[in-house]
């Protein structure tokens, strides 16, 4: 189901915590799975719970949970723009906008070239730095004025 690599990834995180407490490394188990898959379908969150002696409705409810774990089929690139009042008050309505002109998409759909999909998220913990915005959960990206935008799309398009 996964890769011997991520199985030794999940099984550093799980060295972290006492034996009788698989369960505490679902989240990065799940990250580790969502990296090599690029999704979590039910057949991956159901393999992870048996790897973790957990109940599969505990991993689902982890999953849904965190708006990090992708459910479906996204496109290369998941661009998650912050849009809670401090970066909407510099400029993240603006910096959305021009993301859903530039890429024709809405949140929650992807460019017709499958590379982008655009999602709206909760605070990022940066807003002295904002508009923010996520790459694939990895990267943050501060002060994306239009000019950053068009830069980081260019950036990622190649």
């Not at 189901?1 to 550093?12: D, P, V, W």
């Not at 679902?26 to 057949?43: C, F, P, Y």
């Not at 719970?49 to 708006?67: C, K, Q, S, W």
């Not at 990895?138 to 990622?156: A, V």
Request: glycine share 6%; aromatic share 8%.
């Amino acid at each position: 189901m996964l890769s011997a690599e991520s199985i030794n990834r999940i099984e550093r995180e799980l060295a972290k915590y006492p034996p009788d407490q698989r369960q505490s490394a679902v989240m990065s188990a799940l990250a580790i799975a969502q990296d090599e898959k690029g999704w979590l379908d039910s057949e991956t969150m159901d393999f992870v719970a048996r790897y973790l002696g957990m109940p599969p409705i505990a991993v689902y409810e982890v999953a849904t949970f965190y708006n990090m774990y992708n459910l479906q089929p996204l496109g290369k690139y998941k661009i998650t723009v912050c849009t809670n009042l401090p970066c909407a008050l510099s400029g993240a309505n603006e910096a959305v906008a021009h993301m859903k002109q530039k890429l024709d998409v809405g949140f929650n759909e992807t460019s017709a070239d499958g590379k982008f999909t655009l999602k709206e998220g909760e605070c990022m913990g940066a807003c002295g730095d904002a508009p923010v915005l996520l790459v694939n959960n990895k990267r943050m990206c501060s002060f994306m004025s239009n000019e950053n935008i068009d830069c980081l799309l260019e950036e990622l398009s190649k």
